[in-house]
């Protein structure tokens, strides 16, 4: 089942169409994309940058068993989580998920389901910088 999975830890830039290609399928109707990006602002504090940090042995061990369950869970055809780390400015992108299946709703909610556990349970770390300071987030797993 692995040729249907990608799973990815780096420190360069994510590139959608790798993920896009990657889940694109003739026999596939639907196609669910999720990026996440760098925003300005977090809890009305101006956000200057990110920087993630992760436990990659274990990070791609629990991604890999997120995009197992979400295949066998919702039927879908393929899946690709991709996350970055190190410094990430406005803008700049963390995380993308694609999910493709043959009808959109099992994409929607794999995808939905995969974002969502990754961020509770795999272990990348997000630390936020502002003008007065920086704090970690996401304290778990």
Known sequence: MKENISIKITSEKL???TCYDFVQDDSCGG??????????????RNVIKLDFSAYEPMAIKEMNKIAQQAI???AIYKIA????????KIGDV???ITVSSPHRGAAFEACEFAIDTLKETVPIWKK?????????VNSHP
């Not at 669910?32 to 977090?42: C, K, L, P």
């Open 15 to 17: 590139n959608l169409q």
């Open 31 to 44: 196609i669910a994309v999720f990026i996440g990006t760098v925003r300005n602002v977090t809890n009305e």
């Open 72 to 74: 066998k869970k919702y």
């Open 81 to 88: 989580i991709h996350h970055a780390i190190g410094v990430l």
């Open 94 to 96: 963390p995380v993308i």
């Open 128 to 136: 936020e910088y502002f003008k007065d300071g920086e704090i970690w």
